[in-house]
């Protein structure tokens, strides 16, 4: 399967630019304010390490860069987190509601504004090395297993092209492990980056998580996107934003701190 391409529109940032950016801003405070536009909410999910709890804090590379956009459009908003079905829904089905990271796929391409791509991720099959019972190195064998995906996710999308059968379905990615380290699943399947996060919390020395199988070109790219209904100042707005963003330092020094 070959990775999905979407290349952003870019252009020069200048001085009007930002004198454009600026004036957005005000609009978007005058619309709200007088309540002809929406509420602007911003959701989300635990994706470590573009979204983590650190101590008491929301952190991560991906929330780095949406509190840098809305700081730039003027917008002061809290970030809310929940469990991803519930966020997708919110932000496909409610004008002027941010969301990251999001995967950009051909089913959801209508769906959304792509405000800017964050990252590529790549996908696998994991499992126990102590499980020595799993074993594949091809894709019809892995029908065999049970495997636990997230529900309303990307990879439930490929696990359907794929045609994987033997699903279990979850809320997100700490529970499929903890499902896995139960061994009440066989595999699972999901994001590279965020399963070896939590898989170095939830698993010891016994039931160390190892990678079973992987694609060639499996991999999808994450973006910040807001409703397809949303204000276009508030479209406009963030776009511009992220390329300032991503035309200066500042984005490539939070890659670099996030080690992406």
């Known amino acids: 399967m070959r990775a999905l391409e979407f290349k952003p529109l870019t252009f020069r940032i ?14 978007l405070l005058s619309g709200f304010l007088s309540g002809k536009e929406p509420p602007v909410r911003v ?17 991560g590379f991906s929330v780095e860069v949406v509190r840098l956009l809305l700081q730039e459009i003027e917008l002061d908003l809290s970030i809310e987190v929940m469990p991803w ?3 997708f829904k919110i932000a496909s089905t409610q004008p002027n509601v941010i969301i990251f990271s999001i995967a950009r796929s051909p089913e959801r391409e209508s ?28 894709l019809a064998t ?28 979850t809320t997100d990615i700490k529970q ?21 996060y939590y898989a170095q919390n939830l698993a010891g020395e016994s039931d160390k998580i190892v990678k079973l199988y992987e694609l060639d070109n499996l991999s999808s ?31 490539k020094t939070i890659r670099q701190k996030w080690r992406l």
């Open 221 to 251: 790219e994450l973006y910040v996107a807001v409703n397809k209904n949303s204000s276009p100042a508030l479209v406009e707005g963030l776009r511009m934003a992220f390329q300032k963003l991503a035309e200066g330092e500042k984005l």
């Open 14 to 27: 200048n001085r009007q630019t930002l004198f454009i950016i600026s004036g957005i801003a005000l609009l």
């Open 43 to 59: 959701v989300t999910e635990m994706l470590p390490p573009y979204q983590i709890q650190n101590n008491t804090q929301l952190d």
């Open 142 to 169: 892995l029908n065999s297993y049970s495997i636990a995906i997230a529900r309303d996710t990307i990879v439930e999308d490929y696990a359907k092209k794929l045609e994987l059968s033997n699903l279990e379905l």
């Open 176 to 196: 499929m492990l903890l499902m896995l380290k139960s061994q009440r699943v066989d595999v699972v399947f999901d994001a590279e980056a965020a399963v070896r």
């Open 111 to 138: 769906q959304f504004h792509w405000i800017g791509h964050l990252h590529t991720e790549r996908y696998a099959f994991f499992k126990l090395d102590s499980n020595t019972s799993v074993a594949t190195n091809n």
């Open 85 to 87: 079905p519930r966020a």
